[in-house]
């Protein structure tokens, strides 16, 4: 029985007391009513304390079916068809970088269910001879990243941008087809799952509400320790926490997902209707999707991030798109 427990029976054993000295009963008969109170109010608050206890996330079945696709000798990832047509990008709720909201038409691609993992990325350096990359983590003397890259199903990290790319003109050589980043704009239609308007891939509900967690995320500071609450103080296998309406996994936490397009934050208020795909020419290039390191606000579907195409971070990572 937990501190909460106690406290709730010593306050419902001081009632029953004062009532029991007030009145006159048979001392069989009080001994026997107390202790049954005592064992419901036992059971009573045992279960109000396992309501407010946060649910801690569990790998899902389809997670787990999913390490057969993340074995060396599996080179394509599953992919799922986003459908052409058009949705609300953008907010104006965030910064000035997201606004203002636009109608945009996008065409019909593929976009990865997953994550890239580090079991995909390391079949790519073994062919290519690219250096597998150094991801080092641990500010709090605890956990370094660089042991993850041995664990299949988890997502490649401290990867840049020009490593996405090259990983995905290998994965074309490999199988013939036409592999690429996801623009900003698939991106993001693919991350809402269909919803129009919401906050995040799931709805509008914060990520932990009701106690259930539906992403992997953290604070930059973790002064509230929330990266641990659920269940993952780091990167976390794929597809641990639901999918979104569209069947894609971890597009909101785990790790920041580079995408195509140069980065600009006033884009917005020029890019085209259909098929935008970014400035023409820039120095950073387009992030999305929060992570386990970064704060939850940037999980939103709407939110926007960048960086200098050769740095590395091991909070980062990527997702791969395909052309029809």
């Known amino acids: 029985m937990?501190?909460?427990?106690?406290?709730?029976?010593?306050?419902?054993?001081?009632v029953v007391q004062r009532s029991f000295e007030s009145t006159v009963v048979n001392i069989n008969v009080h001994?026997?009513?107390?202790?049954?109170?005592?064992?419901?109010?036992?059971?009573?608050?045992?279960?109000?304390?396992?309501?407010q206890r946060p649910a801690l996330a569990t790998i899902s079945e389809e997670a787990k079916r999913a390490a057969a696709l993340v074995e060396p000798s599996q080179i394509e990832a599953g992919l799922v068809l986003i459908e052409a047509g058009p949705f609300l990008m953008g907010s104006n709720e965030l910064t000035g970088a997201e606004r203002p909201?636009?109608?945009?038409?996008?065409?019909?691609?593929?976009?990865?269910?997953?994550?890239v993992t580090n079991s995909q990325f390391r079949k790519f350096c073994d062919d290519t001879g690219r250096q597998y990359p150094e991801a080092e983590w641990s500010p709090d003397g605890e956990t370094s990243l660089a042991s993850f890259k041995g664990q299949a199903a988890y997502p490649v990290v401290g990867i840049n941008w020009e490593d996405a790319i090259a990983y995905c003109q290998w994965l074309s050589q490999?199988?013939?087809?036409?592999?690429?980043?996801?623009?900003?704009?698939?991106?993001?239609?693919?991350?809402?799952?269909?919803?129009?308007?919401?906050?995040y891939p799931w709805g509008n509900e914060e990520f932990d509400s009701g106690g259930r967690f539906r992403a992997n995320t953290g604070s930059e500071s973790d002064n509230d320790r929330i990266r641990s609450k659920d269940g993952f103080l780091n990167t976390s296998p794929i597809g641990s926490f639901p999918a979104n309406g569209y069947g894609l996994y971890d597009v909101a936490g785990n790790v920041w997902e580079w995408c195509?397009?140069?980065?600009?934050?006033?884009?917005?208020?020029?890019?085209?209707?259909?098929?935008?795909?970014?400035?023409?020419?820039?120095?950073?290039?387009s992030l999305r999707g929060g992570s386990w390191f970064g704060g939850p606000q940037h999980m939103r579907a709407a939110a926007r991030l960048w960086n200098y195409p050769l740095i590395r971070y091991a909070s980062t990572g990527f997702r791969i798109a395909m052309t029809p």
Not at 260 to 283: C, L
């Open 2 to 14: 937990n501190r909460n427990n106690f406290r709730c029976l010593a306050e419902i054993m001081s």
């Open 31 to 51: 001994r026997l009513l107390f202790s049954s109170l005592l064992v419901a109010l036992s059971v009573s608050c045992d279960l109000k304390g396992d309501t």
């Open 101 to 115: 909201v636009h109608r945009v038409h996008v065409d019909a691609f593929y976009i990865g269910k997953f994550e």
């Open 174 to 199: 490999q199988t013939g087809k036409k592999y690429r980043l996801p623009t900003e704009a698939e991106w993001e239609k693919a991350a809402r799952g269909g919803l129009e308007g919401q906050n």
């Open 260 to 285: 195509a397009d140069y980065y600009d934050e006033n884009y917005y208020s020029a890019s085209p209707e259909k098929n935008p795909s970014g400035p023409g020419n820039g120095e950073k290039r």
